[in-house]
C-alpha cells in the first residue's frame, strides 16, 4: 500500500493497526477525486500488500482538519 503512496501524496488522515479481527479502518482527507481513486485502488485488492484487502464499506464524512500529513499507528 505504502510503495505507491506517491500516487496519494495530498491525502491526510490516519490508519488504525488491524484489530483481533485482522480489520483495520482508514480516514483519508482530500479532493473528491483523489480520495475516489484510493478507495478505487484499495478495492482492486492488489495493492502490494502480502495481506489480503477487502474493502468492507465507505462512508462519507465532513473533513476533520484535524490532520497534516498520513499517519499509520502500527499499535506498537
Known amino acids: 500500500m505504502f510503495g505507491?503512496?506517491?500516487?496519494?501524496?495530498?491525502?491526510?488522515?490516519n490508519m488504525?493497526?488491524?484489530?483481533?479481527?485482522k480489520?483495520?479502518?482508514i480516514y483519508v482527507e482530500g479532493t473528491r477525486k483523489m480520495v475516489d481513486g484510493f478507495v478505487r485502488w484499495c478495492k482492486r485488492g492488489d495493492v502490494g500488500l502480502s495481506?489480503?484487502?477487502?474493502?468492507?464499506?465507505?462512508?462519507?464524512e465532513f473533513p476533520t482538519g484535524l490532520y497534516d500529513d498520513f499517519y499509520v499507528h502500527t499499535g506498537r
Open 4 to 13: 505507491q503512496a506517491s500516487r496519494f501524496r495530498k491525502l491526510i488522515g
Open 16 to 21: 488504525s493497526p488491524p484489530d483481533g479481527s
Open 23 to 25: 480489520r483495520a479502518e
Open 51 to 60: 495481506q489480503a484487502i477487502v474493502v468492507e464499506s465507505v462512508e462519507d
